[in-house]
């Protein structure tokens, strides 16, 4: 099988909660790399991404490691690869979350640069590292022209970045648009709450995806750190004489790791786990098991340069 993989690599600075500050690679890398590490030695991993000349040899000599990945589709560019600093010593609603700022993003990628490769393409990721990593003219015009599986990370592209370069939660005026491109959602659980000004509520926003909206998205994943991951579909049901399509909610329950290291890249190794066994197998809910169980290993990881363990 052939995977697309589509996002924007960074360079990222993780202030951990004892002090520590470890530097490293990320971003779309995380998705990428594990992808070709748990996909089959035949199948072909291409990331399509435009990559900044001031790391290009150094990412392009960590992807060539791995012999499945394609790099026909990294464009070098003169643009700065983004530096993203990760602070891992915030607290939300309880929960142990992150604030982060960010240098400008690299450029956006344009669609004629994407379509030269869908054609014999299985599945596409598209992870939305920066926000901006492709349009939503882009995106539509991939499901426009492509009639395999779209898996979609809503990510950054709920997030502002100010002009002192911190990043924080925004709404998406076309999110409905956004998400009717893809087959999978997968959003956390704080994006899901920022995508809409009107819809606050998890459950509205997802009911909204998959039922009022004309589309045929096969599900949606909140992901929910160390409580573990929603995962919703539509189903036809029948009470009495009347039928009618509502929502069926799968909640699996985070793996805890005893040898917890780091949490970067978790998200993104959820993504391309969850979007190689559903293209694989079309099993949602095994799909989710499998993605909680690898990206609970994740934890155990430190950086890109480890996730070769996850085999």
Known sequence: MQFLVIGEP???????????????????????????????????IRPVMNLGSDEYENITNILKKYPNINL?????????????????NMYYSGH???????????????????KKFIPGTDAILINMISGIDISLETMMEIRKNFNGYIHIDIHNLVM???????????????????????????????????????????????????????NNIKGVIVTKGKIGVSGYVKKEKNFGNQSFVDLDKYDVSAIENPKFKDSTGCGDVFSSSFAIDYCKNKDFIKSLYYATRISSYNTSLEGVEELYKLK
């Open 10 to 44: 960074c360079v990222d600075l993780i202030h951990k909660y004892d002090g520590e500050v470890i530097t490293g690679y990320g971003g779309i890398l995380y998705s990428v790399i594990s992808l070709a590490v748990l996909a089959n030695n035949n199948d072909v």
């Open 72 to 88: 026909d589709g990294v464009y070098k560019v003169d643009h700065p690869t983004r530096k993203v600093r990760l602070f891992y």
């Open 96 to 114: 142990s979350a992150r604030m982060e700022t960010s240098t400008a993003p690299t450029y956006t990628l344009e669609y004629e640069k994407i």
């Open 160 to 214: 502002r970045t100010n002009e002192d370069g911190s990043r924080e939660h925004t709404n998406l005026p076309e999110w409905r648009k956004w998400c009717a491109s893809a087959d999978t959602v997968q959003m956390n659980e704080f994006e899901v709450k920022s995508m809409s000004r009107i819809k606050k509520n998890e459950y509205e926003v997802v009911e909204e995806i998959l039922i009022h909206q004309k």
